[in-house]
Structures are given as C-alpha cells and as structure tokens.
C-alpha cells in the first residue's frame, strides 16, 4: 500500500468507527433488564413493553431492554424490586408506588386511604408539586425517575357477599401487597389481612385459602378474577397507586446526554399512553369495562358517600399515623393540591 492509500484507508476506518454506535456504546450492554411485575397483557406489562420499544427505535438500537415480567428477577417478590434496582439487578423498572414504598417512606403518601377522591386529585399529585418532590427524593435513593403512569385505583373484590361497610369486611381474609399500610388499613377495617406477592395472590384466591383482594379494575378483569371465585366487587376506590418508570442511576450515567434524552423521552410517552390506558372504561361515559365485568356474573357495589365515608372514618387513626411516618408537610402539600381541583 502506497503512502496515499494507507492514510486514504485510515481516514475510511475513523470516520466509520465515528459514525458507528459502538464507538458511544463502548459502555453499554449487550441487554437491558426492565422489570414489572404484571405481564404485557395488562396496562401496566404494556407500558414496559412500549417504553422498551420507544427507547430502542430513539436510540437507534443503541439501548437494548428486556423485560421481566412477573418480577421475575426478584423472584417475584415484588417489595424487593426497588432494592434490587440499588443493587444493579435490575436496569430499568415500571413500579408501583405500593411495591416501593417498604423503601422510599414517601411513596406511602399514595396509599394513605381515601385521601385520593378521583383521577383530577390524582393527577393534581403527579403532574404538580408533589410529583416533583418524590421524584427529589427518589433521585437520592438511587433512582433516575422518569415519567409517573398508572397502575389505578384499587376496588374491593371477594367470594363471600357484598361489602357495603366495614361490618362487612369482619373477618374476612384478605390478601394485600407485602406492604405495612395495608396491614394497618385492613386491620383498622377488622379485616383480617394476609400479605403475599401477585404471583401467590391467584392460587390463594381459588383455593379459597383467601376470600378477597384489592386491585384497579383492569387488573380485576384482565387476570380473570370472577374465574377464581370473586364475584363481589366494591367500587370504593380508597387508593390509586402511581407507576413510576426509573432507570438505575448507575447505569444512566454510562449513557450519552443524547440516549438519555430519547430514554427520557420514551418514557414520557410510554407514561401518556399508559395513563389514558389505565382509566378506559371505568367511567360513568365510558364503562364498557365495567359492563363486561357485570356480565361475567360479578355483582358491583357502588357506595354511598355516607357509605364511603363510614370506610373513611374508620381508617383515619391509620391516615394520621402514617402521616407522621411519609411527612406532614408532604401530606399537607398533596391534600391542599386536591382540594384545589375541586
Ligand atoms: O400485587 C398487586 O396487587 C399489584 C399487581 O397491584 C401490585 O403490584 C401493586
């Protein structure tokens, strides 16, 4: 090769190593581990799924994510996810708040009962002020927090009778998220609450070693719920949980500014679509969810507010405990932003 040629051939080789991915993505992964804990058949599974597909087409395959449904990397055991996000187990997570919050205190602000009213006090939470300070707070745990969606506002469902009061609820077992507020909000219902992971939840349920559950409307239909027995369905809606997509700190900063923007930005959008997802059909103009429920044989129970209120009262020692535990000023800043909306 003559001189000419061999600088000719070097300049070829730069500019393609410059143009080419590897070059930024020296650091990256072959794969990305994204975890949920309900599978791509439920908003929730679909909302992983589209932020994997977004941020692979704007990074132009740069950033390649699995996911691992059924928080498979944790073997299911869905309150350890966000501390397995710390530990570099998993990348990148759609999580509810109820699953992290044994971790990130703050995040109990969600369960707080019935301090949510509707999907406007919702949002009114995660698209203002209070959004901002959680996502504060998990960006010192660990966490790069990109966009909230919705897991949705979670109604009473078991196999015994129609709840319309706490007397109702006497005794009855009731599986509930491995999370310590569920324990005190069911306790202070007389219930009689059994913590276990999703993955369990569905046996117990139809073997009937449980009689009852709570969970948002989609998930009740979409995991057939009416199949293993539960055909009472309360519609209380005493808590919402957020969605909250993050990917692990340590792993964001490998990436370039450009790839974390299109990371960012995939999740904004996944985030919208996972939003309007959650609360199709649950409305008094739009109930077509509701409808196909009833007509599996499932009997809903639509409260009173003088019923409603009988829950409330009844679990607000447990609001006011935990209150001390998420923040006052936290509590304070969410229940004026609510009432702002109305
Ligand atoms: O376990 C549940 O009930 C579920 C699927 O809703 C959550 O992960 C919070």
């Not at 300049?11 to 393609?16: E, K, L, Q, S």
């Not at 929730?44 to 941020?55: C, P, S, T, V, Y």
Request: hydrophobic share 40%; charged share 20%; with cysteine.
């Amino acid at each position: 090769m003559n001189k000419l040629c061999t600088a000719a051939f070097a300049i070829t080789v730069a500019a393609t190593t410059l143009a080419s991915p590897s070059l930024y993505a020296a650091d990256y992964k072959a794969e990305y581990r994204l975890s949920t804990v309900l599978g791509t058949a439920f908003t929730w599974g679909k909302a992983g799924e589209r932020w994997a597909e977004l941020i692979k087409q704007k990074t132009d395959g740069r950033i390649n994510v699995k996911q691992y449904p059924g928080t498979s990397l944790v073997g299911g055991d869905q309150t350890r996810e966000f501390s397995a996000i710390r530990q570099g187990v998993i990348d990148l997570a759609v999580g509810s708040s109820i699953n992290w919050s044994p971790q990130v205190k703050q995040l109990n602000l969600f369960s707080l009962p019935f301090l949510v009213p509707d999907a406007k006090g919702l949002d009114a939470l995660i698209k203002g002020e209070v959004g901002k300070d959680l996502f504060a707070i998990l960006d010192k745990q660990g966490v790069v927090p990109l966009a909230y969606g919705e897991n949705g506002f979670r109604e009473i469902s078991n196999s015994k009778q129609p709840i319309t009061s706490p007397a109702d609820l006497k005794g009855m077992k009731i599986r509930i998220v491995g999370s310590p507020i569920f324990i005190d909000s069911f306790t202070a219902l007389g219930a009689n609450p059994t913590q276990m992971s999703w993955a369990d939840a569905q046996p117990a349920l139809a073997t009937k070693a449980v009689d009852g559950q709570e969970n948002p409307l989609s998930v009740f239909s979409i995991a057939k719920l009416h199949t293993l027995g539960q055909n009472h369905l309360t519609l209380w809606g005493y808590m919402a949980d957020p969605l909250i997509f993050v990917v692990s700190k340590q792993v964001w900063k490998t990436w370039s500014e450009a790839d974390r923007k299109a990371v960012r930005e995939a999740a904004e959008q996944a985030a919208a679509e996972n939003l309007v997802a959650a609360r199709k059909g649950i409305t008094p103009g739009d109930d077509d969810l509701l409808k196909s429920i009833e007509k599996n044989g499932v009997t809903i129970t639509r409260l009173t507010p003088e019923q409603r209120k009988a829950f409330q009262d009844a679990t607000r020692p447990v609001f006011d405990k935990w209150t001390a535990t998420i923040g006052k000023e936290l509590v304070k800043k969410a229940e004026t932003a609510i009432a702002n909306t109305k």
